[in-house]
């Protein structure tokens, strides 16, 4: 039996369109322009027994975009708007920002269709069991100087403590030792600019775009920076390990906006505000201590011997490193004169817990952070936010005076010193037994002249929380108190 003619012409037209899509693969991202489309501009979609994303990122901006619409029915060869019945063909959403992304079941895989907009765009995809686009934390800006940064990237890869047990309750030492870090971390790249540059102002906030502008380079005044380029893994607390860059070479007084970019992940970090110090600021910045992990700010110190530009434990002089670590040693064994795990002194909190929150009270008073009272026009606020912004809890120090911590030599130059949040304190006063005897200032009578009071609670008796910020530091730029 023959076939009919028409039959065998319509045949080569049906399988010929078949080929023309392309297979997309499951964590692969593909870069694509909205100009440069094949014909039909339509993909094949992986298939799983498991929900997938379907992401989408613009690496430019565009008056008029593509849009995206995605099928779980393969009969559906070329879905667009007039199919969108959101049960078997959906649109993805693209926002503001310059992404979006579509989840669902593909369990026979499924259909990514294009409709090209009037503007040439480039564009990423990428389809996988995790949401490219979900919003990732933002980075952490340790301390600046005049014209220098330590920036740190969102924590990842959180380590697991094990809670010691009776009889063998044993604390960490003195000195942390730090666990080994993650064998594949997750690869970060920094990327900032004077806050003041149009060159990131006016970018989706997607890597793409993002990356695309900093490897221009000193055209665009935007620097990157890769994990080649940090300083390496640092635990500073247990949120994570996180990558840090030391950055020099910045302008004094000036404001920066940084952003992260995570491998595989197509939306950029939530961008982070930065503001160096003046000229005349003279305290190096102190970092990378494992007896005070969490200390990465400027220190009231005699720089460090060339060619370091900041303070480690190397170059940290040795009488304060051991004074420290003599001084919680003493505590832990103190401590641990309770039978911590057998006799409990508290349904919430243990032995461990009081340990940590007094090592961050220790570190915070022991390295007295230096700060600046801030220029009116320096003064950061929220985006959408015109309130006036508390300033912080500042004293000054002359030169040569005494420094609030006695383990610090004096220090040459005057100085202001950013006052420890009393909220330091009082974790310690609720973590810890009541043998210790450890008691912070009450803040309606002293409290005020050794400590910040009433930024992150309200300072009322009993109540946590109320605080006129909230929070010791915020991600435009403003510290108000040294939460250690």
């Known amino acids: 039996m023959l076939l009919p003619i028409s039959l065998f012409v319509a045949l080569p037209s049906f399988l010929l369109f078949a080929q023309a899509q392309q297979q997309l693969s499951l964590d692969t991202v593909v870069d694509l322009d909205s100009s440069k489309l094949q014909s039909p501009p339509s993909f094949k ?168 502008t900093a490897l221009q380079g000193s055209r665009t005044g935007v620097e990157f920076l890769t994990t080649n380029q940090s300083q390496g893994l640092w635990l500073r607390d247990q949120d994570g390990w996180r990558w840090q860059w030391f950055i020099g070479g910045l302008t004094p007084r000036t404001n ?107 570190c915070a008073v022991s390295f007295p952070r230096c700060g600046e009272t801030p220029a009116s026009s320096l003064l950061a606020t929220t985006p959408n936010s015109q309130a006036q912004v508390p300033l912080p809890a500042l004293q000054s120090v002359k030169a040569g005076a005494t420094p609030r911590s006695m383990i610090l030599p004096a220090f040459s130059s005057a100085y202001e010193t950013l006052l420890p949040c009393l909220e330091t304190c009082n974790a310690v006063d609720r973590a810890c037994p009541a043998f210790l005897g450890f008691k912070c200032p009450l803040p309606r009578f002293t409290a005020s002249r050794s400590y910040g009071v009433g930024y992150v609670d309200s300072g009322d008796d009993g109540e946590v929380g109320g605080g006129q910020t909230g929070v010791a530091q915020d991600v435009y730029g403003n510290v108000w108190c040294n939460a250690g």
Not at 148 to 162: D, E, T, Y
Not at 268 to 281: I, M, Q
Not at 285 to 308: D, I, M
Not at 328 to 353: E, H, I, K, Q
């Open 45 to 212: 979609l992986p298939s799983d027994s498991n929900p997938l994303y379907v992401s989408i990122a613009l690496c430019a901006n565009s008056d008029s975009p593509p849009r995206f619409f995605v099928s779980n029915d393969t009969t559906f060869t070329q879905p667009g708007p007039g199919d969108v019945d959101n049960v078997s063909v959906f649109e993805v959403i693209v926002g503001s920002e310059g992404f979006g992304s579509w989840t669902g079941m593909l369990a026979n895989g499924g259909i990514l269709s294009i409709q090209k907009g009037s503007t040439t765009t480039p564009f990423e995809v990428l389809v996988s069991a995790n949401n490219a686009t979900s919003e990732s934390d933002y980075p952490y800006v340790g301390d600046t100087t005049s014209n220098q940064a330590l920036v740190f990237s969102p924590p990842f890869s959180p380590v697991l403590i094990n809670e010691p047990s009776y009889p063998n309750y044993t604390l960490p030492s003195a000195n942390l030792s730090l666990p080994e870090p993650p064998s594949n971390p997750s690869n970060y790249s920094l990327v900032f600019a004077n806050s003041s540059s149009p060159a990131l102002k006016s970018l989706p906030r997607t890597t793409c775009a993002i990356r695309a």
């Open 256 to 362: 920066y906006t940084a952003y992260t970019l995570q491998n595989g992940m197509l939306a950029a970090s939530k961008p982070l505000n930065f503001v160096t110090k003046t000229a005349s600021f003279n305290c190096p910045l102190v970092h990378n201590l494992p007896f005070c992990p969490s200390v990465s700010y400027a220190v009231p110190l005699a720089p460090p011997r060339a060619p370091a530009s900041a303070h480690t434990a190397s170059t940290l002089p040795r009488n304060i490193s051991d004074t420290i670590t003599s001084i919680m040693a003493n505590f832990t064994t103190t401590l641990t004169t309770l039978a911590c795990g057998r006799d409990n002194y508290s349904p919430l909190v243990t032995c461990a817990d009081c340990q940590q929150a007094y090592r961050t009270w220790l």
